[in-house]
């Protein structure tokens, strides 16, 4: 629950921080909504890493009619690749600070 906690709160600061890093350093209002997103895509996968794991059944994907997930995901990967997504943010605002 720890984990699930201080994702929430990390995305939260992304949330609120990202308007002004973006305004200050004078990149387009677009860039805000990509990097929040990006965040949130991180978020739901540490929060219902178990539910996204576990799903099976037919995917969406271009070129590929009947594409279907046959066999779980282990949550721990999902979870790890969602935390790798909330991370992406804070090293954009650090290179971008460095730069």
């Given at each position: 629950m720890t984990r699930k906690l201080?994702?929430?709160?990390l995305?939260?600061?992304i949330f609120f921080f990202t308007p002004f890093v973006i305004t200050k350093f004078g990149f387009d209002e677009g860039a805000t909504g990509r990097i929040v997103g990006i965040a949130l895509i991180g978020l739901l996968c540490v929060l219902f890493s178990e539910g996204f794991g576990s799903y099976t059944g037919p995917m969406w994907s271009v070129g590929r009619i009947g594409t279907r997930?046959?066999?779980p995901?282990?949550?721990g990967?999902?979870?790890f690749l969602g935390w790798i997504f909330l991370f992406i943010?804070?090293?954009v605002f650090l290179l971008i600070v460095i730069a």
């Open positions: 201080f994702a929430l709160l995305f939260i600061a997930i046959d066999r995901s282990p949550p990967i999902i979870e943010p804070i090293l």
